[in-house]
């Protein structure tokens, strides 16, 4: 017997949310199809409510453990065609598209505790020290929910997920993880199911998880996930790669529009051009500049060649959206949404 968390993407506007129930394996081989009442998630109507689970990414549980999984699912409609919010598909033909291009991608997922109504670290009916000594901190009074990302950290490695590291952030209570340098289809799965296992672990602690755009207004810094991207031509050469690097830049300049449409809901709040955004509605690229829209890094820079980073996808943005945008601008087509 084993038990099979299938996981799915909702329907709730604007921003999806993540649903999952159980099912009990007691035959060997891989989880089946299964399905769900679709009108208790915004995907159907009462009087045609059917829709169908198609297991896409299955990995180790590290939360039940033992040969338990979690199964990560697309949502088809009974016909077996993908349903309208299957951004996934999209994300997998751009992939198959341009897989000569070799793309890799980076995902840095910010997000921000909440307990009580506030973030984690803000007292209550008032407002903390101000930003400066929280990013990447240590101590009581700096670091907040360390727990739980411990947790998050040690379970997401558990379920064979290729993170590449955690950090506290600049606001209280705020703190990222990293899924990266993998494939498009890999990245965007992968941050989908680092996402419920942050959930599901936050949930033992009473404490919620919001990827929300700009959670607190003012003065602090929002939430982001800034997405790394390459190809092999831009990975390879010294010099070379660098004018593929520039390349890229300018062609995510010359869609910029389209892009920040489709990063996540509240882009506005966040990309004001303050707390190391560029406005929403310019564009400018740079090396080191976390004031720019895409930053190269001066490693990048140094050597001529490596990858660049899109600053604007938000915490809330569907990773299957933001991939396949970044591929079809970067690796030449210029499709709509
Ligand atoms: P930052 O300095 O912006 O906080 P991070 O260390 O948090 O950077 O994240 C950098 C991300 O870039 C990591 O997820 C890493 O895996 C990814 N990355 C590194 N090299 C490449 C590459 N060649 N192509 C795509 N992504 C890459
Ligand atoms: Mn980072
Ligand atoms: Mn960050
Ligand atoms: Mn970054």
Same mark, same amino acid.
Request: with cysteine; glycine share 10%; aromatic share 10%.
């Given at each position: 017997?084993? =038990? /099979?968390?299938?996981?799915? +993407?909702?329907?709730?506007?604007?921003?999806?949310? !993540? &649903?999952?129930?159980?099912?009990?394996?007691?035959?060997?081989?891989?989880?089946?199809?299964?399905?769900?009442?679709?009108?208790?998630?915004?995907?159907?109507?009462?009087?045609?409510?059917?829709?169908?689970?198609?297991?896409?990414?299955?990995?180790?549980?590290?939360?039940?453990?033992?040969?338990?999984?979690?199964?990560?699912?697309?949502?088809?409609?009974?016909?077996?065609?993908?349903?309208?919010?299957?951004?996934?598909?999209?994300?997998?033909?751009?992939?198959?598209?341009?897989?000569?291009?070799?793309?890799?991608?980076?995902?840095?997922?910010?997000?921000?505790?909440?307990?009580?109504?506030?973030?984690?670290?803000?007292?209550?009916?008032?407002?903390?020290?101000?930003?400066?000594?929280?990013?990447?901190?240590?101590?009581?009074? =700096? /670091?907040?929910?360390?727990? +739980?990302?411990?947790?998050?950290?040690?379970?997401? !490695? &558990?379920?064979?997920?290729?993170?590449?590291?955690?950090?506290?952030?600049?606001?209280?209570?705020?703190?990222?993880?990293?899924?990266?340098?993998?494939?498009?289809?890999?990245?965007?799965?992968?941050?989908?199911?680092?996402?419920?296992?942050?959930?599901?672990?936050?949930?033992?602690?009473?404490?919620?998880?919001?990827?929300?755009?700009?959670?607190?207004?003012?003065?602090?810094?929002?939430?982001?996930?800034?997405?790394?991207?390459?190809?092999?031509?831009?990975?390879?050469?010294?010099?070379?790669?660098?004018?593929?690097?520039?390349?890229?830049?300018?062609?995510?300049?010359?869609?910029?529009?389209?892009?920040?449409?489709?990063?996540?809901?509240?882009?506005?709040?966040?990309?004001?051009?303050?707390?190391?955004?560029?406005?929403?509605?310019?564009?400018?690229?740079?090396?080191?500049?976390?004031?720019?829209?895409?930053?190269?890094?001066?490693?990048?820079?140094?050597?001529?060649?490596?990858?660049?980073?899109?600053?604007?996808?938000?915490?809330?943005?569907?990773?299957?959206?933001?991939?396949?945008?970044?591929?079809?601008?970067?690796?030449?087509?210029?499709?709509?949404?």
């Amino acid at each position: 017997m084993r =038990k /099979a968390e299938y996981i799915w +993407i909702d329907g709730t506007k604007p921003t999806p949310q !993540l &649903r999952s129930k159980t099912k009990i394996l007691y035959d060997e081989g891989q989880p089946p199809v299964w399905g769900f009442d679709g009108s208790s998630t915004n995907q159907a109507s009462g009087e045609s409510s059917d829709c169908v689970l198609n297991p896409v990414f299955t990995c180790k549980d590290p939360i039940r453990e033992g040969n338990h999984l979690l199964v990560l699912c697309e949502v088809l409609n009974t016909d077996m065609s993908p349903h309208q919010t299957n951004t996934r598909r999209g994300c997998v033909k751009a992939c198959e598209d341009h897989l000569d291009k070799e793309p890799l991608f980076g995902m840095e997922q910010e997000y921000t505790f909440y307990k009580d109504g506030r973030p984690l670290g803000f007292p209550e009916g008032g407002m903390p020290a101000p930003q400066g000594p929280y990013y990447c901190s240590v101590g009581a009074t =700096k /670091a907040f929910g360390r727990t +739980i990302v411990e947790r998050h950290l040690e379970a997401c !490695l &558990r379920a064979g997920l290729r993170v590449s590291g955690i950090n506290a952030e600049v606001m209280p209570g705020q703190w990222e993880f990293q899924i990266g340098p993998v494939d498009g289809i890999k990245v965007a799965d992968q941050i989908w199911v680092a996402r419920w296992l942050l959930e599901r672990i936050a949930e033992d602690y009473d404490v919620d998880v919001s990827y929300a755009a700009k959670p607190v207004k003012g003065d602090w810094n929002g939430a982001g996930c800034h997405t790394n991207f390459s190809t092999k031509e831009m990975r390879d050469n010294p010099e070379e790669g660098y004018s593929y690097i520039l390349a890229a830049a300018g062609s995510l300049g010359e869609n910029a529009k389209h892009h920040i449409e489709n990063y996540g809901a509240d882009i506005e709040e966040r990309l004001t051009g303050d707390h190391e955004t560029c406005a929403h509605d310019k564009f400018r690229y740079g090396v080191s500049d976390r004031g720019a829209s895409v930053r190269i890094p001066w490693q990048v820079a140094d050597e001529g060649k490596g990858y660049l980073e899109d600053r604007r996808p938000n915490a809330n943005c569907d990773p299957y959206v933001v991939a396949r945008l970044i591929i079809q601008t970067i690796c030449g087509e210029k499709r709509g949404f």
